[in-house]
């Protein structure tokens, strides 16, 4: 699709709510994991609106080469201009292509590392895009991948899932699908990879209000905007009513701090 043709407007409603408070700081935990260096190509799948080549890109300068692909071409489209806005990182080559993560985006044995940030779970084929991802990598080369812990953990989706259900309308399953870690281990191992480490980590993510929290996922989040969606504008006081009642545990003087949990493997082909 010609980029004029894209709708940006779910992508970039993504980068200006959820990316701040909740992608971003689990994108810098997976930066750390995987410690790219000067030089290495990288490969991003699931891109998103491209966090992981902005925090892996100031590893590489001066000099390295990062591919970041997702099956949204709205999301490539922000996640290129965001980049360029952000300035260029010095002697780094950056490429963005709207891919599905089952399908090759570079030829085979030539990425040093691969960033899977918040995607295994996403991707319409997680095997197949495992498998793809490890005939991306070099024989040695490192995967970092995240993924949501179960929904119970992340309360403010919980809170969401919980008020949807009591409309009889169903939530989002998607992103916490592989919180069962054996689930997580096996599709990593499933490919061929061994598991350096895996850890099951904590982060807040702050909001101003219960409100500002369902109104950046109804705009943004890739899989709980369409649940939400189901939602009649009717409801939408009486829903938000709920959602505050929900999470009024974690409720401070200056918003709302929601608790986030996810997995953080690292794995060598
Ligand atoms: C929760 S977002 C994570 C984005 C980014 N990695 C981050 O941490 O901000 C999940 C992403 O997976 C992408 N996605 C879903 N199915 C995909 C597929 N089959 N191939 C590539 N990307 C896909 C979505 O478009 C979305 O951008």
Redesign the pocket.
């Given at each position: 699709m010609p980029p004029e043709t894209v709708d940006t407007t779910a992508a970039q409603a993504y980068e200006d709510h959820l990316?701040g408070p909740i992608?971003g700081p689990?994108?810098q935990r997976v930066v750390d994991l995987a410690n790219p260096v000067p030089g290495e190509t990288v490969l991003?799948?699931?891109?998103?609106?491209g966090?992981?080549a902005r925090l892996a890109g100031l590893r590489l300068a001066p000099g390295g080469h990062l591919v970041s692909?997702?099956?949204?071409a709205g999301?490539v489209a922000v996640a290129e201009r965001t980049a360029n806005i952000a300035g260029p990182t010095a002697g780094v080559t950056f490429e963005w292509h709207a891919?599905?993560?089952?399908e090759p985006a570079l030829a085979d044995g030539s990425a040093d590392l691969c960033l899977c940030?918040?995607?295994p779970q996403?991707?319409?084929d997680p095997p197949a895009?495992m498998a793809m991802i490890h005939r991306a990598l070099k024989p040695g080369g490192r995967l970092a991948a995240s993924m949501w812990s179960v929904i119970s953990d992340n309360k403010g989706h919980y809170a969401l899932a919980r008020a949807l259900e009591s409309r009889g309308l169903a939530p989002a399953k998607k992103?916490f699908s592989l919180g069962d870690p054996q689930a997580a281990r096996a599709l990593i191992t499933g490919a061929g990879f061994d598991i350096v480490s895996f850890e099951t980590d904590e982060l807040i993510a702050s909001f101003a209000s219960a409100e500002a929290f369902v109104d950046g996922v109804a705009a943004g989040a890739?899989a709980t905007r369409h649940a939400l969606a189901q939602l009649s504008p009717a409801d939408r006081k009486d829903f938000i009513a709920d959602v505050e009642r929900l999470l009024a545990p974690y409720a401070q003087a200056e918003g709302i701090e929601l608790p986030t949990r996810a997995h953080l493997v690292l794995a060598r082909r």
């Open positions: 990316v992608f689990w994108a991003d799948v699931a891109c998103g609106t966090i992981g692909i997702d099956n949204d999301m891919l599905p993560a089952e940030m918040q995607g996403f991707v319409s895009a992103p890739p």
